[in-house]
């Protein structure tokens, strides 16, 4: 069965710092990959999508994939108290499957 | 604006009672879909469309029905809500199945059967 895997957390940092958020997939075959940030009682917010080995970069956002350990990460610069939310890792391969998400907390 | 709408936002409702969650879309998207959330499971798929009249089952489709008659509705269909279909749920779509399709999701509707 195809697998996305997140700690569900939480993670928590202090303001001003990176966080680093992790996923693995378990599908080799897998072409496309998505975070989505959710807010409580909200609904998920596309926010970084990447399909190639290496970094994207966008505002505080960064992607990183590598596809030979068949893990994507999510890193957070300056972090900001309206972080805090549950991010879910997206992984597609035909299907679109979900990770259970990491809940992060900035704290002040 | 670009939207996905669900309606109604807040459900409250007995085991039993017939009941539908409407789902518009206003960006042309062929793919339409619907999941359920719940703590500790994440989002599960419940069933998907590709096109009109064109749908299939996700991995928790029992008890569920949707239909596709137009482009831009797809809604999600409780014939005899139980107490275990209490949950979150989002319809999403997407321009085309393609890889590099991300879905983008409707505000969600509250479910609680009684």
């Known amino acids: ?8 957390g ?5 303001e001003g710092a990176i966080a680093s958020l992790n996923c693995t997939y378990s599908d080799r075959g897998s ?10 009682g909200k609904s998920p917010e596309l926010i970084m999508s990447i399909y190639s080995n290496g970094d ?25 108290p ?21 809940t992060l907390q900035v704290k002040p | 604006e670009a939207q996905v ?21 206003n960006m042309n998207h062929e793919y339409m879909s619907w999941y359920r959330q719940d703590p500790g499971l994440g989002l599960r798929q419940i069933y998907y469309s590709m ?17 596709r008659k137009e482009k831009r509705n797809f809604p999600l269909i409780l014939e005899s809500p139980s107490p275990n279909q209490t949950s979150l749920y989002f319809c999403a779509s997407s321009l ?3 890889y590099n399709s991300p879905l983008h999701f409707g505000n969600g509707t509250r479910l609680t059967v009684t």
């Open chain 1, 1 to 8: 069965q195809k697998e996305v895997e997140q700690n569900s």
């Open chain 1, 10 to 14: 939480p993670l928590s940092v202090p």
């Open chain 1, 31 to 40: 072409q496309s990959f998505f975070w989505y940030r959710q807010y409580s």
């Open chain 1, 56 to 80: 994207k970069e966008d505002g505080r956002f960064t992607a990183q994939l590598n596809k030979a350990s068949q893990y994507v990460s999510l890193l957070i610069r300056d972090s900001q």
């Open chain 1, 82 to 102: 309206s972080d805090s939310a549950t991010y879910l890792c997206a992984v597609k391969e035909g299907k679109l499957i979900f990770g259970q998400g990491t």
């Open chain 2, 5 to 25: 709408t669900q309606n109604p936002r807040y459900l409250i409702t007995v085991t039993g009672k017939k009941l539908t969650v409407t789902c518009s879309q």
């Open chain 2, 51 to 67: 096109n009109v009249e064109v749908t299939d089952k996700g991995d928790v489709p029992e008890g569920y029905k949707v239909s």
């Open chain 2, 96 to 98: 085309m199945t393609g």
